[in-house]
């Protein structure tokens, strides 16, 4: 179990002005994505949006956040996000470029995990009967594998993509009602890692290490490309997945597990 830890000084208040200096840097971020809503309706809902999203409010739920926007109906809400003209990959992109100016570094270190979002219907795109991490529970529910960008000088998300089971794919006209582009591929949730990974390495986005645990650990396709594009990493992998070792007599092939009892004794931790 991880151990508890205080990512908040002991001691450390909250000004005025550190709110109000947050509620300006805000305002300067939608600016800069802005551009990217095509009426200027949606465009001013987005900060209201995000305003909601930082915001005390408990339940970030289309209700709660058009209520806190001042607004009488969550229409307005589930518009923006169900219907309204803006590219959401070039926000991402507008993002990216903010995240690269405050916390770019060579040495930064890219999180690979996914997070499971509990759905009560079955419309939502690839909604399914399936593990969700959040609950630790099979459960009615959409997966998302997310990468974070961590640097010395912070971490924070930096792309994302939903996961749509083959039985979504399988189905043009389920996947049309939930807006999904009939040239989608399926892919694997690891398959989704590594577009992501490839997408900052062509962006030039500075990182040198990939972390992540054994669902992407143990794909050889991902610890392949990026061996080959010089990235170190650490990836879990599961205790019987085959590795190649050095030893006295010379290389052998065995499982992690073997590998461990072998060359690993109870004092070398």
């Known amino acids: 179990m991880k151990q508890p830890q205080h990512i908040t000084p002991v001691g450390a208040k909250t000004t005025f002005v550190e709110v109000w200096r947050w509620g300006q840097e805000l305002e300067r971020l939608h600016a800069r ?3 990217r809503f095509a009426r200027p309706e949606p465009r001013r809902r987005a900060l209201a949006y995000l305003k909601g999203i930082v915001s005390s409010v408990e339940c970030k739920n289309g209700w709660q956040l058009a209520e806190h926007a001042g607004e009488a109906r969550p229409d307005g809400m589930q518009r923006l996000l169900n219907s309204a003209v803006w590219d959401a990959d070039l926000v991402r992109d507008d993002l990216r470029a903010y995240i690269l100016e405050r916390l770019g570094d060579p040495q930064a270190v890219l999180v690979i995990d996914e997070s499971s979002f509990r759905k009560r219907g079955k419309k939502s795109a690839g909604v399914k009967q399936q593990y969700c991490g959040t609950t630790g529970r099979v459960e009615n529910c959409q997966v998302g594998v997310f990468l974070s960008y961590v640097s010395q000088k912070g971490h924070t998300l930096i792309d ?8 979504w794919i399988d189905d043009p006209g389920r996947c049309r009602e939930a807006g999904i582009p009939e040239e989608t591929p399926f892919q694997t949730k690891c398959e989704l890692a590594r577009q992501m990974v490839e997408r900052l390495w062509e962006a030039r986005i ?12 143990g794909n050889l396709d991902l610890r392949i490309w990026l061996e080959a594009h010089g990235y170190s990493y650490v990836l879990a992998v599961a205790c019987d997945e085959p590795v190649g070792i050095q030893t006295a007599s010379g290389r052998k092939r065995m499982t992690v597990a073997d590998a461990e009892a072998l060359v690993l004794h109870a004092d070398s931790w």
Request: proline letters at 13%.
């Open 160 to 167: 994302r993509e939903l996961y749509l089971p083959k039985e």
């Open 33 to 35: 994505i802005a551009p």
């Open 206 to 217: 500075p990182f040198a290490w990939v972390v992540a645990d054994t669902v992407y650990g």
